[in-house]
């Protein structure tokens, strides 16, 4: 499977123009060109599909991974997103109102159908499904099961908690177990957690902290209203020179230790296991990706 750099992941209100053209020029590694919440009335949806396909044939957004937010399957809008939307420049969806397996089943095959009707190779579309209620944080294991497509599973935060009922507290302590369980089901199976999003866009002290606690959790980006929240996202999800430089010295200890046949390694008074060589892998490639992306654009 394509390794995707997902630090940042902007939602855009794809008929807006300035709002378009703003992303366009932004950091973010994935911009979520939006259909669904943010454009009303209805009638604007045409309007954000055509922006969408004008923008991509363009060229503008080359240096981003695209994956517009389509509406759900109950909407009516879902075959019309799609059907235009499958074209050179789009990477995938992010599927909303992913509630269940069935749901990601059946926008795999809605995808499948129009690759095959459209000439274009099976899977080239990638799914990052939403998950926005109680019942598909508990699914969210299931979710991320039912389909090959699915590259990354994202947290909706404020949908869940009116579903749930519950309070979005100034200390965010109602959404610490969702979170976990989300990240959890992601590694579980090799797919990128991606946190929710922060609505006080201007409090980028308390983004800080939740970005502090998306980390430990196990994420590896996070959705975002604005690109002034980018560069601390940026901050917070790519390796420090530091773990850089630390995670090569572990694997040159570790290689010379396996081919002198000393079996561990020994760096800095500590042993170093199989965990702190996946871990310091791990850091290495996500290093590698964010200097490709330096280099390439993506």
Do not use: C, W
Request: net charge negative.
């Amino acid at each position: 499977m394509t390794q995707y750099l997902m630090r940042s992941l902007m939602f855009v209100p794809a008929h807006n123009d300035k709002l378009m053209n703003s992303a366009a020029r932004s950091a973010a590694d994935v911009l979520l060109l939006d259909i669904e919440d943010s454009v009303q009335p209805s009638s604007n949806k045409q309007v954000a599909r055509d922006k969408i396909e004008a923008f991509v044939k363009s060229g503008a957004f080359k240096t981003h991974y695209v994956f517009p937010r389509v509406n759900d399957r109950e909407s009516g809008h879902l075959l019309k997103d799609v059907h235009q939307l499958t074209i050179d420049g789009v990477d995938g969806f992010m599927y909303p109102k992913s509630t269940t397996g069935q749901d990601v089943y059946f926008f795999d095959k809605l995808l499948e159908t129009i690759e095959y009707e459209k000439g274009i190779t099976k899977g080239t579309f990638k799914i990052i499904p939403l998950i926005e209620t109680a019942a598909a944080v508990l699914n969210a294991q299931e979710i991320v099961q039912a389909s090959d497509r699915v590259v990354g599973i994202a947290y909706g935060s404020e949908d869940f908690i009116t579903d749930l009922q519950g309070i979005h507290d100034a200390e965010h302590e109602s959404l610490f177990t969702p979170r976990a369980l989300i990240a959890m089901a992601a590694r579980a199976n090799k797919v990128i957690p991606i946190d929710t999003v922060h609505i006080n866009v201007h409090d980028l002290e308390d983004l800080e902290h939740n970005l502090v606690t998306a980390k430990k959790l196990g994420f590896e980006g996070m959705l975002v209203l604005n690109p002034k929240e980018i560069p601390l996202v940026h901050q917070y999800f790519s390796p420090a020179e530091k773990e850089i430089r630390e995670a090569r010295e572990m694997l040159q200890l570790s290689e010379e230790a396996e081919k002198d046949g000393k079996g561990v390694a020994i760096m800095n008074g500590k042993f170093i296991g199989p965990p702190m060589v996946a871990t310091a892998k791990n850091i290495l490639t996500k290093a590698m990706l964010i200097e490709n992306k330096k280099i390439n654009g993506k």
